[in-house]
């Protein structure tokens, strides 16, 4: 049964870090909480790469709630009151997401290598 719920929660949480990029400011809700998911499915398996996607999920959520904040003062650049450098706070968010799905592609690679020995 807990591999079960651990196998829904990894494909639940690949496709939403794939469909929240949609819409990077309201899909990053979505993304967050898809990284928590594959972060709990890892955890459950005991997985190898955990700790990758643990460390993704902290960077997502840290530049997720950057990101808010920053919007919540009225963003930056243009008119608004902060400067264009201050988008460079958000950049935990799309590295975490970087190392997220680069971690999956890894893990996947290994999976089918392993298919290909066993058979």
């Known amino acids: 049964m807990k591999k079960i719920i651990a196998q829904i929660l990894y494909v639940s949480g690949i496709f939403a870090l794939?469909?929240?990029?949609?819409?990077?400011?309201?899909?990053?809700?979505?993304?967050?909480?898809?990284s928590v998911f594959v972060v709990i499915s890892t955890y459950l398996q005991k997985d190898k790469l955990r700790k990758i996607f643990l460390t993704?999920?902290?960077?997502?959520v840290i530049g997720v709630?950057?990101?808010?904040?920053?919007?919540?003062?009225?963003g930056f650049g243009g008119n608004a009151n902060l400067s264009v450098y201050?988008?460079?706070?958000i950049l935990p968010y799309p590295i975490g997401w970087l190392i997220?799905?680069?971690?999956i592609i890894y893990k996947e690679v290994q999976r089918s290598k392993y298919k290909k020995i066993k058979s």
């Open 86 to 89: 201050w988008g460079l706070s």
């Open 56 to 60: 993704s999920m902290i960077l997502i």
């Open 65 to 74: 709630l950057i990101m808010f904040y920053i919007s919540s003062l009225g």
């Open 100 to 103: 997220a799905i680069i971690a």
């Open 18 to 34: 794939i469909i929240g990029l949609m819409d990077p400011l309201e899909g990053s809700v979505v993304i967050a909480v898809g």
